[in-house]
C-alpha cells in the first residue's frame, strides 16, 4: 500500500500533465466546430450551429473521409503481412545479437525526417527511378513505367515504408505471451508449422496484431508528407484536405471534420477492444 501511494504521488504530475495536453485541444476542438463561420468576415462568430457539420457533406468531402480510411486500412493490412513474420523471426529464430541488428534496421530509417525519406521513394519510383532503369535494362519494359510515382501505388509504398517498424514492436510484445510449452506441445502431438500457426500463435497474439493495425492504420490516415511527395498535388487525404480549409480560416469545418474522424478512430479502438482484448497486453506487466 505504501509503495503504491508514493507511485501515485510521483506519477500524478505527469497524468495530470498528459490530461492538460490532450483534453484541452480536443475540448477546443469540439467547442469550436460548432460555432459558426462567416464568409463575410472570413472569421468565426460564437453561434452554436451544425453548419460546420452539414458542410462536410459539401464538395466531396466525405469521400475524402472514406478514401483515407481505406488507404489507412490497406497500409496497415500490408504492414501486418510484411511485420508478422519479421516478428516471428526475430522472436523465435534470431539470436539476441541479431535480434538487436534486425531492430536496428527497422528503426535507422527513423533517423532522418518524414520528408527526405518520402522523396528518396521519388528517386526509386519516378521515370528516371532505380525500378524503371533496370526493367528496362533487363528488357521487360521498353519505356519507363509513369505509373509507378504520383500515384495511389506510390502512397502505398510510402505509407507501408513509414509506419511499418510500428506494427513490428506491438507483435514483439504479445509473442512474448506464447509460452513454449504450448509450441511443445503442439509439436509432440504432430501439428504442423502452419496448424500450430493458426491455432495457437495468432490466437494468442490477437491483441498485438490489433495493436499494430492500429498504430498504422491511425498514423496513416492522418498523413499528407506522403501523400503529397508521392502522390502529387491533387491526392486526396483528410489532413490535406483540412490544411485547404484551415487556409481560408474556416476553423468550424476544419475542427468538424476532425471531430468526425476522432470519433470513428475512437470507435474502432472501442470495438477493437471488445473483439481482440487489447488490454490483454498488459497484464503481465500489473
Known sequence: MFL????LALSSPGFLLILLLGAVPLTVILVW???????????????????AYAAI??????????GSFGKAFLAAFFCLLVGYPSAMAI??????RWSFVLMA???????TSYLIRAFSWRLVLGRTGMVNNFLMQIGLIDEPLDWLLFSDFAVMIGLIASYLPFVIFPLLLSLRKVEPNFLAASQD?????????????????KPGIFAGFLFVFIMAAGSSTEVQMLGGAG?????????DVMRVVNFPLAFAISAV?????????????????????FEDFK
Do not use: C
Open 189 to 205: 502431438l504432430g501439428a504442423g508449422f502452419l496448424r500450430t500457426l493458426f491455432t495457437i500463435i495468432i490466437p494468442l497474439t
Open 235 to 243: 491526392a486526396p487525404m483528410i489532413s490535406i484536405m483540412i490544411n
Open 91 to 96: 522472436h523465435f529464430v534470431a539470436t539476441p
Open 261 to 281: 474522424v476522432i470519433v470513428a478512430l475512437f470507435t474502432i479502438v472501442l470495438a477493437g477492444n471488445r473483439v481482440f482484448g487489447l488490454t490483454k497486453m
Open 105 to 111: 534496421a527497422f528503426t535507422i530509417p527513423f533517423f
Open 57 to 66: 457533406g459539401d464538395a466531396g468531402r466525405w469521400s475524402v473521409i472514406v
Open 4 to 7: 503504491i501511494r508514493r507511485g
Open 33 to 51: 466546430s460548432f460555432w459558426t463561420w462567416d464568409p463575410a468576415t472570413y472569421w468565426i462568430q460564437p453561434t452554436l450551429s451544425l453548419d
